[in-house]
């Protein structure tokens, strides 16, 4: 039979811990809320004692999230485990975590006590603990680096005590896979009364082994993991949650299923990345943009005849659309011709080898090519796809704390058009003032904006993504000022959004 798996999140607490300032309550009430809808059953919510606004923000997530439970972390104090139930105790499901370390170089070098003393003060802790909740997990701080037979000391005492989880975190990632597995393996045989309580594992990334190292655990007997979504967590982070998700997922063979909500794993990552102002690196596993994104030529291929052949995942499962082709002059004309028919185009209404040799002159040139550019390749023998029809003449931005203006003269066509406007900062402004020029009906969908070199040399990046007529165009600009860039790569996007325009008015000519 399967076995459940617990998954136990402490993004807002060993996740929030990490970041350069605190999330305020509204942050951390939108990532709970994204949490329990993902079905994740465990939530650590904060640390109560740290500060009066993790009390607060504690408080007001135990009024609100009803369908997962919530947890709160102490360390082995009183006053911790009151706070913990103070904030807590308006839920009608929460647990109380209570933590000490166990490593001899913690207890000697931080602690500066004796083993002996933990022991005891771990059992007087978890009974007065018991007095709030029968649901007490404890957490040997360090355990990974703790002798295997204080280890075994240290949780025979908390099971006494009446811990119902008893979780071995490897605090500073230090663990190979196989070690790991060894302790747990080694707790399961040795201590008589294990059963009486679930075994969790907490794993840091310092080795890059966090999520190896977690599921080597279940393996071995563990029932809960813990982790984050992103990864995110103190140094390297904490097993990324969404990883140990889906290969739990991919690989049914292993026999243990969780209770989540797979499609909702995308949009759970999106907002914590943003939340929390951390992006996600492309080739982030699960999440990552590039997850799903397939470029050599052979590989592309492969995936049109059969998707198995180099996709484990099925991007449909985590809420993503579905899988992308990066189309580069790497690419086949397989690929081209595969998104020409995901746009409906029937082979028969373009030329596919004259598009096919056009495509590659145009991606040796431009790097990537997006569908409204094989598009315009495809159907738009009139226009040259390297002559803009809006260029910039002049720009001008003004800002002050509470508004920007922006003048912006472009040529359009034969046309030159000047016009301004206010926005809430200057790419605002800029933004609205091009909505006066082109009346285009626009939104923009993405932002970004990058240094390219971190010195006074630095220059700025922008790449923007925005939708019109449920097209999504892209545009890049660059400039060492980065307002410039901004403009630069609006106008890009719009060079683009009125080729496709040119494209669609000479297919309906033609038709
Ligand atoms: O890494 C760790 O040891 C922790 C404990 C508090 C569980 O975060
Ligand atoms: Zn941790």
Redesign the pocket.
Known sequence: MKKKIILFD?TLR?GEQSLKSNLNNKKKIEIALALESMGIDIIEVGFPISSPADYQTSKQISQIIKNSKLCG?ARCKEKDIDMVYQSLKNSNNFRIHI?LATSPIHIITKLKTTLNKVIEKISFMIKYARKYTDDIEF?C??GSRTPINDLCLVVQTAINAGATTI?I?D?VGYMFPQEYYNIISYLKKKIDNIDKCIISV?T?NDLGMAVGNAITAINAGARQIEGTINGIG?RAGNCALEEVIMALYTRKNINFFTNINYNKIYNTSKIVSRICNIPLSIHKPIVGSNAFSHSSGIHQDGMIKNKKTYEILNPENIGLSKTEFNLTSKSGRAAVKFHMDLMGYKKNTYNINKLYNDFIKLADKKGQIFNYDLESLAFNNEIDNNTDYYSLKYFNVQSNSNISIATLKLTCGKLIKLEAATGLGPVDAIYKTIIRITNYNIKLIKYILIAKNHTEKSIGEVNIKIQYKKKIFNGIGLSKDIIKASVIAIINCLNNIWRSDQVQKNILKNQ
């Open positions: 402490t060993d972390l933590f957490s701080e360090d979780n975190p605090t907490h840091h103190e």
